[in-house]
C-alpha cells in the first residue's frame, strides 16, 4: 500500500479543472473533471461563466506516481445536440467499453445528459448522435450497483435547471420550491442495457434525523447539485452540494433510491463559488476529490481539482474535512 500524502494541492496547474469524478478502472485512478476555461464573460446565476467546451481525463497509476493528461478526449464540435457548455461528466465501463456521461445545453438553452462511448478509459470519446431521451439537468453522477447494474444520479439548481422541471415538463419560468416546503431531491436513473436510455427514474428524498423532508429554505442542508452514491460497510452514501452555502454535505440509507436521512458535513466551504466532489476507494483508503479556485486566487470559474484522504468514524459517521488544514 502507497504511504499517501494529503498535499491538498492542485492535481494539474496547466489547465483549470473542475468537478473532478474519480473511479478505479484498469487498477488505476482515473479522473475525469470539467475543464475550464480562461475568459471575460458574464459571470451570473445562470452559469454562463461556465463556458467549457471540451474534456480532459487524467489518471495516476497511484497517489505517489505523476499524472497523466490523456489530452482532449470529446470536443463541443464533435456533439450534434449540443450547443454551449460541457459541465461536470462522469464515467462508467460495461461489458469492456467506456462510457462518458456529460451535461450540455441542447439547441434550445436546455440542459440535457448525453453520452459517448470509447474503448479506453482514458478516451477518446465518441458521443450518441442524441441526448438520453427524457435526461435534464446537470451533473450526472455514476453508481454501479454489485449486480453490475447502472445507474446515473443527477440535478442541479440554478444554472442546472432541476427546478424547472417540477411539472414534468420544463418551464423556463417555474421558481421554488418555497422556501417551507419539501427541498427538490437528485434524480436517480436506471441505465438499460445498452446504456443509452433510462430505463426508470426516481427522486431522492432526503430527511432530518426525525423522518421529516429537509426543507427548500434548509440551505445548510437541502440538495443543491453535485450529487455522489457510494457504498460503504453496507449503507449507500448520497453526497452533494448544498449551492448557497458552500459545503458538501451527506445522508445516509440502507437503500439505493432512499429515502436518505442526513448526516453532516464532509467538505467545509472552499475557496471560490461551487464545490463538487467525487469518493472513491483505492488500496483499502478512501479519497475525497474536489475543486476550488486557489489557482486562479478566487476566479469562480477558473477552478482546480485536488483531492485528500476521506476518513470514517467507527459509527460510520464521515469526518469532516477541512480544505485548507
Ligand atoms: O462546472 C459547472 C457547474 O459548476 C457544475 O455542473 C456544478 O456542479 C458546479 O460545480
Not at 458538501?248 to 453532516?264: C, D, E, M, R
Request: charged share 20%; with cysteine; aromatic share 14%.
Amino acid at each position: 500500500m502507497t504511504n499517501v500524502p494529503l498535499p491538498k494541492q492542485p492535481l494539474v496547474s496547466h489547465l483549470f479543472t473542475a468537478d473532478p469524478s474519480a473511479h478505479v478502472f484498469e487498477g488505476k485512478i482515473y479522473i475525469y473533471p470539467s475543464h475550464d476555461l480562461d475568459h471575460d464573460g458574464p459571470d451570473n446565476d445562470n452559469g454562463d461563466q461556465y463556458a467549457m467546451e471540451d474534456y480532459h481525463v487524467f489518471s495516476m497509476d497511484n497517489f505517489d506516481s505523476p499524472v497523466v493528461d490523456h489530452g482532449q478526449v470529446l470536443h463541443l464540435n464533435d456533439i450534434p445536440w449540443a450547443s454551449k457548455q460541457l459541465w461536470a461528466p462522469d464515467a462508467a465501463v460495461k461489458d469492456g467499453t467506456y462510457y462518458l456521461f456529460f451535461p450540455a445545453r441542447d439547441h434550445e438553452g436546455i440542459f440535457r445528459i448525453g453520452v459517448a462511448e470509447g474503448a479506453s478509459p482514458a478516451g477518446p470519446f465518441t458521443p450518441h448522435e442524441n441526448y438520453i431521451k427524457g435526461s435534464f439537468s446537470i451533473d450526472p453522477a455514476v453508481y454501479v450497483e454489485e449486480d453490475n447494474s447502472v445507474y446515473v444520479s443527477f440535478g442541479g439548481l440554478w444554472g442546472g435547471q432541476l427546478e424547472k422541471w417540477q411539472s414534468g415538463t420544463f418551464d423556463p419560468n417555474v421558481t421554488g420550491p418555497a422556501p417551507d416546503e419539501p427541498a427538490l431531491g437528485p434524480r436517480l436513473a436506471l441505465m438499460s442495457e445498452d446504456m443509452r436510455s433510462f430505463q426508470a427514474t426516481w427522486e431522492i428524498s432526503i430527511l432530518d434525523e426525525e423522518g421529516k423532508p429537509i426543507l427548500a429554505g434548509d440551505e445548510d442542508r437541502r440538495y443543491f447539485e453535485g450529487p455522489w452514491i457510494h457504498k460503504y460497510n453496507g449503507l449507500y452514501y448520497l453526497s452533494y452540494s448544498t449551492g448557497t452555502t458552500h459545503k458538501i454535505v451527506y445522508a445516509v440509507s440502507q437503500n439505493l433510491k432512499g429515502p436518505y436521512t442526513f448526516k453532516g458535513t464532509i467538505l467545509t466551504p472552499v475557496i471560490g463559488w461551487t464545490t463538487h466532489h467525487s469518493i472513491v476507494s483505492f488500496e483499502d483508503k478512501w479519497y475525497l476529490f474536489y475543486h476550488d479556485c486557489s489557482l486562479s486566487d478566487g476566479v469562480n470559474h477558473k477552478r482546480c481539482v485536488k483531492y485528500t484522504e476521506l476518513r470514517y468514524n467507527e459509527d460510520g459517521t464521515i469526518q469532516t474535512i477541512d480544505p485548507y488544514k
